[in-house]
């Protein structure tokens, strides 16, 4: 066994940052290590913790983290950060926070920017969030802000959605019913310290009241500043994963990453079988005909996946 999947496999810090950073720049080596260690993953809970900006999901995560490190739990955050995108600002924010955790040998933290990911940085994430299985980690968060593909991509690929809202801006709960209160598994009114939580509160409950699963999403108020409602919400995560292992919701979520995944492997498996053909050769032959209008790219590309399979 190589030394890198043996230091991701004992947990150590440097050998998983590296298999992340692989990840991250879509190498070929992160196809490799992520072979290796499929094997050993499956294990970890996975929860996405989502919210507009500013909400408090670091701070909350924050304050989580010592929660569950308080229980043993071994922990890895992934914090997928759009403010780092235009002045870098949060991320350095978000790094002064979390900073004290990063001493923790158990704790392993990771900041993504949404951009400069070859092929999104979902897909980043959730890989990522792969490595960090193989490690060791019993809970595995993902931090992400918004309502867009990202977040819908990685709120796929979780097991336990935790959504966050404030009462700081009125109109939040126009973007819940726009998004967001189909996706939560647990809702959480952060800033409870600012007037107005208590009719935040009573609002999501009543929008939650017919979700009929067999998972009645709580709403839970809290102040991540100060930990205020943190045990309880830390309660309702572990509860979460256990009613999905009591059901067969987490096996679905499971196929539902799994079927993803290979699917992905596919289209990978056939652009490194695909790049060289269009180059040379018959496949040469058929850019000058697209090129002409003879044919269509899609008839070009038929024509050449038949040939690929074919050998
Ligand atoms: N009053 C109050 N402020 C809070 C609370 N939790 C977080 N904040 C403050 O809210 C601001 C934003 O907190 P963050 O944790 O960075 O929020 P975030 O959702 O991670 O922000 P982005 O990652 O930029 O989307 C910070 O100034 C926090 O100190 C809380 O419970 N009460
Ligand atoms: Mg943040």
């Known amino acids: 066994m190589n030394n890198l999947i043996k230091g991701i496999l004992e947990g150590r810090k440097r050998e998983i940052s590296k298999a992340i950073s692989l990840v991250e720049n879509n190498s070929s080596r992160a196809y490799d290590i992520l072979r290796e260690i499929h094997r050993y993953t499956g294990r970890s809970h996975v929860v996405g913790i989502t919210g507009p900006p500013g909400s408090g999901k670091s701070t909350l995560i924050n304050s989580l983290v010592k929660e569950f490190r308080g229980k043993g739990r071994k922990i890895g955050i ?43 940085v979902a897909r980043a994430a959730i890989y990522a969030a ?15 802000v918004g309502v867009g593909q990202n977040e819908i991509d990685v709120v796929d690929a979780v097991h336990t959605v935790v959504v966050l809202v404030t009462p700081e801006t009125g109109d939040e709960i126009q973007v819940l019913k726009a998004g967001y209160m189909e996706i939560g598994d647990i809702y959480v009114v952060n800033k409870a310290d600012l007037p107005g939580s208590d009719d935040m509160a009573s609002e999501i409950k009543e929008l939650t009241k017919c979700v009929e699963d067999g998972w009645r999403p709580p709403v839970i108020k809290t102040v991540a500043l100060n930990g205020t409602g943190i045990g309880e919400l830390a309660d309702s995560i572990e509860k979460h994963f256990i009613f999905l292992k009591g059901t067969d919701k987490l096996k679905e979520i499971e196929l539902r990453k799994i079927r993803r995944e290979i699917l992905e492997a596919a289209v990978e498996k056939v652009k490194e079988r695909f790049s060289p053909v269009i180059e040379l050769g018959e496949g040469k032959n058929l850019v000058e005909k697209v090129f002409s209008r003879e044919i269509s790219p899609y008839v070009a590309a038929e024509i050449l996946l038949k040939k690929i399979f074919k050998d």
């Open 130 to 144: 792969k490595v960090l299985e193989a490690s060791g980690k019993d809970l595995i968060i993902i931090e992400t």
């Open 78 to 120: 992934i914090a997928i950060d759009p403010s780092s995108e235009f002045t870098g600002g949060a991320f350095l924010g978000d790094r002064v926070r979390m900073q004290s955790l990063t001493l923790d040998k158990e704790v392993f933290i990771r900041s993504m920017a949404t951009r400069g990911f070859e092929g999104g």
